[in-house]
Each structure stands twice: as C-alpha cells, then as structure tokens.
C-alpha cells in the first residue's frame, strides 16, 4: 500500500491515543496493580514472603498479632505472592493509580495484622487455621476438623493421640 | 586519504542501550571498529544464586524487557529437567502463545526502530501503533505490558478461558491485515530500499564463520531455528516454517522479523486450535534435587541458552545463560566495515542487540 493514503487513513480515523487523564483509559481486568491483603483469609505460612524477589513483603510478631506489610515501591507487580498464596489472601487489584509525592514514599504500603486466637485447650496463643484453608484441604469438614481448628499444635497432637478426647 | 578515529557511545543519541564504538573512518566510510562491552554489568547471576529457585522466575524475566518472557520460560524448563517434572500439556501450549506474542510484540518494535533510525517516523508510528495491539492483549491477558509473568516451576499460572481465547483470536486477526501492509512497505518502499538494501551485509559464509543466530542468522539465508532444531514446549506438534531471506543487509533482517511476527500469529492460532483441555501446572511445590541442566529456546533474537546446576538447596549453585545478541554483536565488524558513518547507528540496531542481557 502507498504509504500516503496509510497516512491519509490514518488521519481519518483521528487520535488512538487514550484522553487519559481527562477521559478514561483502558484498564484490563487482570491488570497487575496495587496489591490488597485480607488478614481474615491469612493463615501465616509466609510463602509469599519467601517467593518474593524483591524482599517487599514482611511479617512481623506484635501484640495485636501477626502483621503483614507490603512495600508498593519494593515490589515488581509480579503475582508469585498471589498465585502461590493457598488462601487468596493477596490479591492484585487492577488499580494503578501508584503515582505519589516524595513526601508519601513511606506510605505506600498495604499492612494487616492477622489477629491471634486462644488454644481451645490450654490457652496459648496462636495464628489459627482459616476456614478456607481447611476448606482447601478437607473439601467438606466435619466436628472432629471444626474441633482441632480451635487447638494449637501442641494440643492438636496431643488430641490425635488420645483420638480427639482431649 | 587520512583516517581517524571516532567515538560512538557509550551514550550517543541512536543508541538504544549503552555501547561504546571506536569507529576507524576514512572519509565517510567505515575501515574497521572496535567494541567495548560492559557498561550495564549488573551482577545478575551472581544476584541468581543469592535468591532461592522461585525469586529467580521474577528475577530472570527482568533481565531484558522485549525477550523478557524467553527467560523464565528457559529457566524453568531446566529447572523442570533436573527435577525430573512432566508439565501438563495444556500448559506447554499456554507456554508457546506466551513467547509468541512477546515475539510479536519484540520484532515490531525492532522494525519500528529502524524506520526511526532512517527518519521515516511516520511510519514508525504506523509500526507502533500496530504493535500497540499486542500490548493491548498482553496487559489482558496476563495483565502487565512487558512483564508476563506467565510461568511458574511445573506450568504455567495463567490461563485462557472461552472469553479469553476469543479476544486473542479476533486480536491476532486483526493484526494480520495492517501486517501485510507493514510488510509491503519495507519491500517495496523505494526510501526504506535506498537506506537498508545492500547496507551492514553479512554473508552467508561470514554468517556461518561468526556462528550468528536468530533473525541475523536467517537474514543471511542459515536455517537455523531452535524451535524446529530441538523443539521445546509445543512446538513439535506445531508446523513451525523456517523464514529466511538471503539478502544479509539491513532490509533481509528486518524482513525476516516481520514474517516472523506472521508466522508468530499463525503459531498462536494454531494453539488456540488445537490446545487439549486440562490442569496448567502441577500441583504442590516440587523439590529440586542436586543437578545439572541445560534448556534451550528460541527467543526473538535467537537462540537463548540456560545452564543451571543446584546442590538440593533450595537455591542455584550456579546460572549461566548465554544470549543471542552474545553472538551477533561480533558479526558487527563485518557488517560495518565498508559502509557510511551515517548507516552505523542502521546497522547496530539491524541485529536488534538486548545489551541488558547480554551484560546483565
């Protein structure tokens, strides 16, 4: 084709570019942007932390329980945290509004605290299991799960031992 | 007549990525050069045995932007290896669609390059906005323009639903109509012929001589093809045509990219098609034993070698990879000797070097 009536088309057909930001701009569902974490969904295994290149994300022991921060500027938009999470307690969204001032740099993070239960049988604190993990592992459950959900492991050995009569 | 000698780079407006040149000129006309690597040495494979086996999936697919997912695609596949891993075979499919469109993606963006170089930027927007089409279904499909993240070790971690597969269809459809037009123009346009045909020639026995692979070598009429010489993933179930041209300029390189990019869309029809149903990836995460393997693919610039040995912890002993632009940047001697100061920049980008890997 002549390259002056491509141009000509194209000059017909007007701008491709996006009005962005005075209009809207293409933004895909499975666009890999700000990351959301939901503390209810997490058991505290920390693959996310080990499978993470970039060292953005961090656990860390408090009084309030186990917490979760994720740096947005350490991290590369990957998905391995996502996709090896078990229980989809991270998720990407498809928000890609990141930009900020200096100022905010330390900011720009996305934290949970996954809250500590009480041991069911001597007490003790601990992160406990999440109904989709042992949804994920035991597809349907039943009281004696219900019941060792609510132990530590200590006490959850111990009840396998003496056949869940603890 | 004098000769002298002049710098081009390490920084110099029509280089893409840092190299530096010393150019020896008669006159106008090239008598020989000299190239001086290293100026984006990062220590990524050092970096690599620092990081455990699933940080390196994110890690290697940073190494280069354009062939960014040959990396972990290679990566895995040696690692796969040592582990002894079967991967499902919808996944060796999803795997294929992902390198193509990355190849569609990376071989526009070359060609476009040299229309910039040559000063034809209409046309390098026309190339562009073309290739704007393959980004569009990248940030769709996988959700990031460059970076795929389509792999993990054992499969892959995306996958194509009814919705999915119909967009890519009607996408790559899309493309082929603007494609053939692309091709007729660097055929048959009579400024782009002045400026590439005859310009930065490497023939074929040089070509042999400098072991060059990738398009630069099938410019030159090798081939050479590591998805038709030692199939990986799908492709030995695919029909995978060999594009070479024999010109060896500047124009049969680019040439032999745009054909490619027709055969990349056919190749992705062809998985689309025939693709079976089923898992995209084993389940569990795997142990690595202690091992050595080596994987091979064809990346848009050639052939892309990994070696990775491990000692059964949980990170690399050891990751080499040697990347195409290694072999082509030499055949840069013959290709500029005898030709115009003003084609230097031409020739450099004809062998569409990634220094970011090469150097990594």
Known sequence: MNMLMLLLRNLARGPSTDAFPFGDTFTPERLRGRIRFDPELCTGCRLCAHVCAGDAIHFDETDEGLRFTLWHNTCTFCGLCEHYCQTKAIHLTDDWHLAHLQQDKYAMIEQGVVAPAACAGCGCRMTAPVPALTALAYRAGNRRIEHLQTLCPDCRRKAGVTGGRS | MTTYTIPVGPLHVALEEPMYFKVEVNGETVASVDINAGHVHRGVEYLTMQRNFYQNITLTERLCSLCSNSHPTTYCTALETIAGIRIPERAHYLRVIADEIKRVASNLFNVAIMAHIIGFDSLFMHVMETREVAQDVK???????????????????????????????????????????????????AMIALRTVGVGVLPHDKALDYAVVGPVARGSGIAYDVRTKAPYAAYDRLDVPVVTETGGDVRARALVRLREVQVAIDLIQQCLRDMPDGPIAIGGLPRIPA?????????????LIYYLRTDGSDKPERLKWRVPSYMNWDALHVMMEGNRISDIPLIVNSIDPCISCTER
């Not at chain 2, 990031?144 to 995306?158: F, H, K, Q, T």
């Not at chain 2, 091992?291 to 052939?303: L, Q, W, Y």
């Open chain 2, 139 to 189: 940030e769709t499909i996988f959700g990031n323009r460059m970076d795929l993240g389509a792999n993990r070790i054992g499969g892959v971690r995306y996958d194509l639903d009814a919705k999915n597969q119909d967009y890519l269809s009607q996408q790559m459809e899309r493309m082929k109509a603007d494609l053939a037009e692309i091709l007729d123009i660097y055929r048959n346009n």
């Open chain 2, 291 to 303: 091992g050595e393997a080596i994987a091979k693919s064809e990346a848009p610039r050639g052939e």
